[in-house]
């Protein structure tokens, strides 16, 4: 299995700025993902976070609203740009090992946008 | 587009009260599905992936099932520190583990 931090685990922001989550596995892992969950709602997948190259989006999703980056095998980043509450989620890291068969989520990052 | 429906929405139960919980999946070649329990406040946390119809896995007093359509997660005796949402998901076509997730079954086990 593989323990994933997420930082800032909460936060509350104004409208129009922007707030960086990290996101570190305590262990190599082939593939490390993004999730959104709002409120009262299931999780849907915002990109995969490719090593050295530009995040894989999903429909819906853009890089110019949630920049992503993902340096090494072991940690990531998730940027959401100039907020609207619409942005009010919870946000989720998830990592996913070779042959392993499981899929690992953080604890995830509460962001209420006012 | 594959789709995952899970039922019933909520179950309230007894402790003791066994039930089952169902996860049905419309997606082109099967690559796995994936059970996932989740706390208010908190990230899913794993529980099971099943690959072929017919596997069967256990932990403690959940058993999940797999068929060609669907799964199942049975709850034996549960007990109230069993309520939780549980979710179930399935890899989408392109192989890679993005998950398709249900909306989940939220589960309360009251004393």
């Known amino acids: 299995s593989a323990v994933i931090s997420q930082k800032p685990s909460r936060d509350i922001c104004q409208r129009g700025t922007s707030l960086t989550i990290q996101c570190q596995v305590d262990s190599q892992v082939t593939m490390m993902f993004w999730y959104r969950q709002q409120p009262g709602q299931s999780l849907t997948l915002i990109a995969t976070a490719n090593q050295g190259s530009e995040a894989t989006y999903e429909s819906g999703f853009v890089i110019d609203k949630f920049p992503i980056s993902r340096p090494n095998l072991t940690f990531s980043t998730l940027t959401v740009s100039n907020m609207s509450p619409e942005d009010s989620s919870i946000y989720l890291c998830?990592?996913?090992?070779?042959?392993?068969?499981?899929?690992?989520f953080g604890e995830g990052s509460r962001l209420t946008v006012l | 587009e594959d789709q995952v429906t899970q039922s019933p929405e909520a179950l309230r139960l007894q402790e003791g009260e066994s039930s089952s919980l169902n996860c049905s999946y419309t997606?082109?070649?099967?690559?796995?599905l994936f059970w996932y329990r989740q706390d208010p406040g908190k990230g899913p946390e794993f529980l099971f992936t099943?690959?072929?119809a017919g596997e069967e896995k256990e932990k403690e007093r959940l058993k999940a099932t797999l068929t060609k359509k669907e799964s199942f997660l049975h709850i034996t005796a549960p007990k109230p520190e069993d309520s939780a949402t549980y979710l179930c998901?399935?890899?989408?076509?392109?192989?890679?583990?993005?998950?398709?997730f249900g909306t989940g079954t939220r589960l309360l086990v009251s004393p």
């Open positions: 099943l690959y072929s």
């Open positions: 998830s990592a996913y090992r070779a042959g392993s068969g499981e899929l690992f």
């Open positions: 998901a399935v890899p989408d076509n392109t192989g890679f583990q993005k998950l398709v």
């Open positions: 997606v082109s070649g099967l690559r796995g």
